[in-house]
């Protein structure tokens, strides 16, 4: 039920911004969190926003450069200042509440992949 787009290939210091767009109901209901996987590694949580937009948070390695924010049936992912450790497979997800680290969620995007040249 969650669709994404927004991945593709950026130079370092460049910027994006992913998408995720509920196929039913309304992101106003549920609580978002962003995960990535780069080859080889652990799925990583990047952030999390409650389900009324009003409060955040994020992973150490993205704090300051990336951005969630959510609308009726979106939910979107702003990176900047992009660095190739940054390259990776990334996901949205959905929760009725939960915005943390944890595998706690009941929805999964496909994953959209973002690839960051040095």
């Known amino acids: 039920q969650l669709v994404e787009s927004g991945g593709g290939l950026v130079q370092a210091g460049g910027s994006l911004r992913l998408s995720c767009r509920a196929s039913?109901?309304?992101?106003?209901?549920?609580?978002m969190g962003w995960f990535r996987q780069a080859p080889g590694k652990d799925r990583e949580f990047v952030g999390g926003?409650?389900?009324?937009?009003?409060e955040s948070h994020y992973a150490d390695s993205v704090k300051g450069r990336f951005t969630s924010s959510s609308a009726r049936n979106t939910a979107d992912l702003q990176m900047s200042s992009l660095k190739p450790e940054d390259t990776a497979v990334y996901y949205c997800?959905?929760?009725?509440?939960?915005?943390?680290?944890?595998?706690?969620?009941?929805?999964w995007g496909q994953g959209t992949q973002v690839t960051v040249s040095s």
């Open positions: 997800a959905a929760s009725g509440g939960y915005y943390g680290p944890k595998n706690l969620y009941n929805y």
């Open positions: 039913e109901g309304s992101f106003r209901r549920y609580a």
């Open positions: 926003i409650s389900w009324t937009g009003d």
